[in-house]
Protein backbone atom coordinates (compact mmCIF):
# COMPACT_ATOMS: atom_id res chain seq x y z
CA UNK A 1 0.00 0.00 0.00
CA UNK A 2 1.13 3.50 -1.24
CA UNK A 3 0.86 6.30 1.38
CA UNK A 4 -2.16 8.41 1.21
CA UNK A 5 -1.27 12.10 -0.17
CA UNK A 6 -3.36 15.54 -0.12
CA UNK A 7 -2.09 15.72 -3.52
CA UNK A 8 -1.06 13.75 -6.02
CA UNK A 9 2.05 14.28 -6.75
CA UNK A 10 4.57 14.83 -10.60
CA UNK A 11 7.35 12.81 -11.17
CA UNK A 12 9.97 13.06 -13.63
CA UNK A 13 12.03 10.47 -14.26
CA UNK A 14 14.64 11.31 -16.74
CA UNK A 15 16.51 8.29 -18.48
CA UNK A 16 16.24 5.75 -21.52
CA UNK A 17 14.24 3.78 -23.43
CA UNK A 18 14.18 -0.47 -23.40
CA UNK A 19 11.59 -1.06 -25.99
CA UNK A 20 10.73 -4.33 -24.35
CA UNK A 21 9.16 -2.19 -21.54
CA UNK A 22 10.89 -3.50 -18.41
CA UNK A 23 13.80 -0.94 -17.82
CA UNK A 24 14.43 2.53 -18.41
CA UNK A 25 11.35 5.37 -18.84
CA UNK A 26 8.86 2.94 -19.17
CA UNK A 27 9.09 0.75 -16.37
CA UNK A 28 9.65 4.26 -14.52
CA UNK A 29 6.16 5.22 -15.69
CA UNK A 30 4.55 2.04 -14.56
CA UNK A 31 6.29 1.61 -11.30
CA UNK A 32 5.33 5.78 -10.72
CA UNK A 33 1.92 4.87 -11.97
CA UNK A 34 1.56 1.52 -9.33
CA UNK A 35 2.58 3.78 -6.39
CA UNK A 36 0.24 6.79 -6.75
CA UNK A 37 2.06 9.38 -8.97
CA UNK A 38 1.85 10.89 -11.89
CA UNK A 39 4.56 9.99 -14.40
CA UNK A 40 5.90 12.19 -16.81
CA UNK A 41 9.65 12.04 -18.92
CA UNK A 42 12.53 13.38 -20.19
CA UNK A 43 14.08 10.71 -22.74
CA UNK A 44 17.73 10.85 -22.89
CA UNK A 45 18.84 8.20 -24.90
CA UNK A 46 17.15 5.52 -27.33
CA UNK A 47 17.98 1.80 -27.13
CA UNK A 48 17.59 -1.06 -29.21
CA UNK A 49 17.00 -3.85 -26.39
CA UNK A 50 15.05 -7.01 -25.20
CA UNK A 51 15.27 -9.23 -22.34
CA UNK A 52 18.58 -10.56 -23.60
CA UNK A 53 20.71 -7.61 -24.92
CA UNK A 54 21.13 -3.94 -26.19
CA UNK A 55 22.40 -4.25 -29.92
CA UNK A 56 22.07 -0.64 -30.07
CA UNK A 57 22.55 2.76 -28.80
CA UNK A 58 21.27 6.02 -30.34
CA UNK A 59 21.82 9.54 -28.05
CA UNK A 60 19.30 12.30 -27.83
CA UNK A 61 21.26 15.56 -28.67
CA UNK A 62 22.03 17.52 -24.89
CA UNK A 63 20.18 20.50 -26.62
CA UNK A 64 16.92 18.84 -27.47
CA UNK A 65 17.41 16.96 -23.62
CA UNK A 66 17.77 20.49 -22.56
CA UNK A 67 14.61 21.44 -24.36
CA UNK A 68 12.62 19.22 -22.62
CA UNK A 69 13.54 19.50 -19.13
CA UNK A 70 12.92 23.22 -19.45
CA UNK A 71 9.80 23.38 -21.41
CA UNK A 72 8.26 20.77 -19.18
CA UNK A 73 9.35 22.40 -15.42
CA UNK A 74 8.06 25.76 -17.40
CA UNK A 75 4.26 24.37 -17.04
CA UNK A 76 4.25 21.80 -14.87
CA UNK A 77 4.74 21.50 -10.82
CA UNK A 78 7.84 18.56 -10.61
CA UNK A 79 8.18 16.87 -6.82
CA UNK A 80 10.52 14.54 -7.87
CA UNK A 81 12.90 13.57 -10.09
CA UNK A 82 14.39 10.12 -11.15
CA UNK A 83 17.52 9.95 -13.16
CA UNK A 84 18.67 6.68 -14.79
CA UNK A 85 20.68 6.07 -18.27
CA UNK A 86 22.03 9.22 -19.25
CA UNK A 87 24.30 7.69 -21.73
CA UNK A 88 27.21 10.57 -22.69
CA UNK A 89 28.94 13.24 -20.69
CA UNK A 90 27.34 15.70 -22.86
CA UNK A 91 24.24 14.89 -21.79
CA UNK A 92 24.86 13.90 -18.04
CA UNK A 93 26.54 17.81 -18.03
CA UNK A 94 23.11 18.76 -19.28
CA UNK A 95 20.91 17.36 -17.08
CA UNK A 96 22.94 18.44 -14.09
CA UNK A 97 23.15 21.90 -15.27
CA UNK A 98 19.21 22.23 -15.97
CA UNK A 99 17.88 20.74 -12.76
CA UNK A 100 20.83 22.79 -10.98
CA UNK A 101 18.42 25.73 -12.39
CA UNK A 102 15.39 24.51 -11.63
CA UNK A 103 16.06 22.60 -8.06
CA UNK A 104 13.44 20.04 -7.60
CA UNK A 105 12.50 19.16 -4.01
CA UNK A 106 14.18 15.71 -4.47
CA UNK A 107 15.98 13.78 -6.61
CA UNK A 108 16.96 10.31 -7.05
CA UNK A 109 20.46 9.49 -8.62
CA UNK A 110 20.59 5.94 -10.13
CA UNK A 111 24.07 5.54 -11.62
CA UNK A 112 22.69 3.52 -14.70
CA UNK A 113 26.37 1.70 -16.30
CA UNK A 114 25.79 -1.42 -17.39
CA UNK A 115 22.35 -3.52 -18.36
CA UNK A 116 21.69 -6.62 -16.58
CA UNK A 117 22.67 -8.19 -20.32
CA UNK A 118 25.95 -7.11 -19.39
CA UNK A 119 25.86 -4.14 -21.87
CA UNK A 120 27.69 -1.00 -21.29
CA UNK A 121 25.04 1.86 -20.87
CA UNK A 122 27.08 4.91 -19.88
CA UNK A 123 30.61 6.49 -22.01
CA UNK A 124 33.89 6.11 -19.41
CA UNK A 125 34.33 9.78 -19.72
CA UNK A 126 30.88 10.27 -18.22
CA UNK A 127 31.36 8.61 -14.78
CA UNK A 128 33.16 11.71 -13.92
CA UNK A 129 31.03 13.86 -15.34
CA UNK A 130 28.25 12.04 -13.21
CA UNK A 131 30.22 12.12 -9.98
CA UNK A 132 31.39 15.95 -9.92
CA UNK A 133 27.98 17.12 -11.65
CA UNK A 134 25.18 14.93 -10.49
CA UNK A 135 25.85 13.54 -7.14
CA UNK A 136 26.06 16.91 -5.83
CA UNK A 137 22.35 17.65 -6.21
CA UNK A 138 21.05 14.07 -4.98
CA UNK A 139 18.67 13.76 -2.58
CA UNK A 140 19.26 9.74 -2.50
CA UNK A 141 22.21 8.00 -4.21
CA UNK A 142 21.42 4.30 -5.44
CA UNK A 143 23.90 2.79 -6.58
CA UNK A 144 24.50 -1.29 -6.58
CA UNK A 145 28.58 -2.73 -5.56
CA UNK A 146 29.96 -2.56 -8.70
CA UNK A 147 28.58 1.30 -9.80
CA UNK A 148 29.52 1.94 -6.52
CA UNK A 149 32.92 0.51 -7.07
CA UNK A 150 33.00 2.79 -10.05
CA UNK A 151 32.51 5.85 -8.47
CA UNK A 152 34.85 5.16 -6.23
CA UNK A 153 37.88 3.78 -8.20
CA UNK A 154 37.78 0.54 -6.32
CA UNK A 155 36.65 -2.72 -6.80
CA UNK A 156 33.00 -3.94 -5.76
CA UNK A 157 33.28 -4.88 -2.16
CA UNK A 158 31.07 -8.86 -1.51
CA UNK A 159 30.28 -8.15 2.15
CA UNK A 160 28.05 -6.38 4.73
CA UNK A 161 31.22 -4.63 6.95
CA UNK A 162 32.65 -3.77 3.61
CA UNK A 163 29.07 -2.33 2.55
CA UNK A 164 28.89 0.05 5.45
CA UNK A 165 32.10 1.37 4.72
CA UNK A 166 31.49 2.22 0.93
CA UNK A 167 27.95 3.41 1.98
CA UNK A 168 29.66 6.30 4.18
CA UNK A 169 32.78 7.20 1.54
CA UNK A 170 29.73 7.56 -1.18
CA UNK A 171 27.85 9.78 1.35
CA UNK A 172 31.14 12.31 1.65
CA UNK A 173 30.67 12.83 -2.37
CA UNK A 174 27.35 14.44 -1.96
CA UNK A 175 26.24 17.92 -0.67
CA UNK A 176 26.46 18.10 2.96
CA UNK A 177 23.53 21.07 2.67
CA UNK A 178 20.30 19.78 3.48
CA UNK A 179 19.32 15.76 3.96
CA UNK A 180 21.48 13.25 1.84
CA UNK A 181 21.16 10.11 1.57
CA UNK A 182 23.12 6.71 0.30
CA UNK A 183 20.79 3.84 -0.92
CA UNK A 184 23.59 0.82 -1.22
CA UNK A 185 21.52 -1.76 -2.86
CA UNK A 186 23.45 -5.31 -1.93
CA UNK A 187 21.85 -7.52 -4.26
CA UNK A 188 25.41 -8.61 -5.78
CA UNK A 189 25.78 -10.40 -2.35
CA UNK A 190 26.88 -13.33 -2.73
CA UNK A 191 24.71 -15.90 -1.18
CA UNK A 192 20.62 -15.80 -0.28
CA UNK A 193 20.94 -11.99 1.42
CA UNK A 194 20.29 -9.06 -0.54
CA UNK A 195 20.75 -6.59 2.44
CA UNK A 196 20.75 -2.80 1.51
CA UNK A 197 22.37 0.04 3.56
CA UNK A 198 20.91 3.56 3.77
CA UNK A 199 22.88 5.88 5.37
CA UNK A 200 22.90 10.03 5.45
CA UNK A 201 26.01 10.54 7.17
CA UNK A 202 24.86 9.76 10.80
CA UNK A 203 22.63 7.04 10.38
CA UNK A 204 23.08 3.38 8.91
CA UNK A 205 19.92 1.83 8.61
CA UNK A 206 20.09 -2.08 7.20
CA UNK A 207 17.40 -3.01 5.13
CA UNK A 208 17.12 -6.87 5.27
CA UNK A 209 16.12 -9.29 2.16
CA UNK A 210 16.25 -12.58 1.00
CA UNK A 211 16.82 -13.57 -2.79
CA UNK A 212 14.21 -14.40 -4.77
CA UNK A 213 14.97 -17.66 -7.46
CA UNK A 214 13.76 -16.28 -10.51
CA UNK A 215 15.55 -14.66 -13.88
CA UNK A 216 13.18 -12.16 -13.87
CA UNK A 217 15.17 -9.52 -12.56
CA UNK A 218 15.42 -7.00 -15.50
CA UNK A 219 14.98 -3.57 -14.89
CA UNK A 220 14.99 -3.74 -10.83
CA UNK A 221 17.72 -0.69 -10.31
CA UNK A 222 15.16 1.24 -12.44
CA UNK A 223 12.29 0.11 -10.45
CA UNK A 224 13.47 0.62 -7.44
CA UNK A 225 14.57 4.47 -8.02
CA UNK A 226 11.66 4.92 -9.63
CA UNK A 227 9.67 3.99 -6.48
CA UNK A 228 11.78 5.97 -4.69
CA UNK A 229 10.96 9.25 -6.63
CA UNK A 230 6.95 9.03 -6.23
CA UNK A 231 6.96 7.45 -2.51
CA UNK A 232 9.63 10.75 -1.37
CA UNK A 233 6.84 13.29 -2.05
CA UNK A 234 4.17 11.20 -0.29
CA UNK A 235 5.99 10.23 2.63
CA UNK A 236 8.40 12.96 3.18
CA UNK A 237 10.76 10.67 5.04
CA UNK A 238 14.18 9.00 2.67
CA UNK A 239 13.79 5.87 5.43
CA UNK A 240 10.10 5.46 5.10
CA UNK A 241 9.77 5.86 1.28
CA UNK A 242 13.27 3.08 1.27
CA UNK A 243 11.76 0.87 3.20
CA UNK A 244 8.23 0.79 1.10
CA UNK A 245 10.00 0.69 -2.14
CA UNK A 246 11.87 -2.01 -1.18
CA UNK A 247 9.07 -4.01 -0.26
CA UNK A 248 7.44 -2.77 -3.79
CA UNK A 249 10.11 -4.08 -5.76
CA UNK A 250 10.45 -7.21 -3.92
CA UNK A 251 6.85 -7.98 -4.41
CA UNK A 252 6.69 -7.31 -7.88
CA UNK A 253 9.88 -10.08 -8.40
CA UNK A 254 8.22 -12.12 -6.52
CA UNK A 255 4.69 -11.80 -8.94
CA UNK A 256 7.00 -11.69 -11.66
CA UNK A 257 6.66 -15.00 -13.23
CA UNK A 258 2.54 -13.98 -14.20
CA UNK A 259 4.30 -11.96 -17.06
CA UNK A 260 5.31 -14.04 -20.24
CA UNK A 261 8.11 -11.19 -21.58
CA UNK A 262 10.98 -12.32 -23.80
CA UNK A 263 12.81 -15.74 -23.22
CA UNK A 264 16.04 -14.24 -21.13
CA UNK A 265 15.99 -11.88 -17.90
CA UNK A 266 12.46 -11.16 -17.89
CA UNK A 267 10.64 -7.62 -16.55
CA UNK A 268 9.04 -7.73 -12.88
CA UNK A 269 5.61 -7.01 -12.56
CA UNK A 270 4.83 -3.79 -11.73
CA UNK A 271 1.32 -4.10 -11.40
CA UNK A 272 1.08 -6.57 -9.17
CA UNK A 273 -0.85 -5.25 -6.90
CA UNK A 274 -3.62 -4.17 -9.26
CA UNK A 275 -3.64 -6.74 -11.34
CA UNK A 276 -5.33 -10.57 -10.52
CA UNK A 277 -2.84 -13.35 -10.91
CA UNK A 278 -3.72 -15.42 -13.98
CA UNK A 279 -5.53 -19.05 -13.12
Known amino acids: ?21 G ?5 DIKTMSALG ?12 QNTHAVTGICPVPPEFVAAQIDTLFGDVRIDAVKIGMLGQQAVTRTVAERLARWKPAHLVL ?3 MVAKSGDHLLERAAVNELRESLLPLATILTPNLPEAGVLLGSS ?9 RVAERLRRLLNDTGERWVFLKGGHLPGNSTIDVLHDGDRLIELPGERIDTP ?4 TGCTLSAALAALLPQTGSVPEAARLAK ?5 AIARSGELQVGTGHGPVQHFHAWWPAPN
Open 1 to 21: MTPHATTIPNTLTIAGVDPSG
Open 23 to 27: AGVLA
Open 37 to 48: AYGTAVIAALTA
Open 110 to 112: DPV
Open 156 to 164: PVDNLKDMR
Open 216 to 219: NTHG
Open 247 to 251: AYLVA
